[in-house]
């Protein structure tokens, strides 16, 4: 196996011949895999070694491979998995879809802009309507 970047709790890319892999904490950057390269292994890291809050947090977590304080010594025969067998692939289409909804590479952000562009749009509405509405609060004395 070939390392890419510093192995570390942040990120780091492992290629193995026609393979690559992911391992990242959470963070951005393992959603940012998981949705470019979702049929590519994933794993995360847990820096405090409690998977189940890990997996509440970040249900990312539910659909791969944890390193942690317990699996560290077994690390080198996991990564070797993810890249021959690669159990977690259903689930991580299955979270891609949960995360990021139907589509290909670039849906997801057209319809993020779609509903922020309605967003903005409705609450433009509803400005325009408060401006017009309200009444002047200054006293009149005549």
């Known amino acids: 196996m070939a390392l890419k970047g510093n192995i570390g ?48 947090e970040a249900p990312i977590s539910r659909a791969t491979p944890v390193i942690n304080a317990s699996t560290i010594r077994g ?10 067998e690669d159990t977690a692939a259903g689930a991580r289409r299955e979270l891609r879809q949960f995360y990021f909804g139907e ?18 749009a409705d609450r433009t509405v509803e400005l325009e309507s408060f401006h017009s509405e309200s009444i002047n609060a200054e006293s009149s004395d005549e």
């Open 75 to 84: 690390v080198e025969a996991m990564l070797t998995e993810m890249l021959t």
């Open 103 to 120: 589509g290909e590479k670039g849906t997801s952000s057209a319809l993020f802009t779609e509903a922020v562009s309605k967003l903005i």
């Open 9 to 56: 709790w942040r990120s780091t890319t492992i290629v193995s011949g026609a393979h690559t892999t992911e391992y990242s904490d959470i963070s951005s950057v393992g959603l940012d895999f998981l949705y470019l390269q979702s049929d590519k292994p994933l794993a995360l890291t847990d820096r405090r070694n409690d998977i189940s809050t890990l997996n509440v």
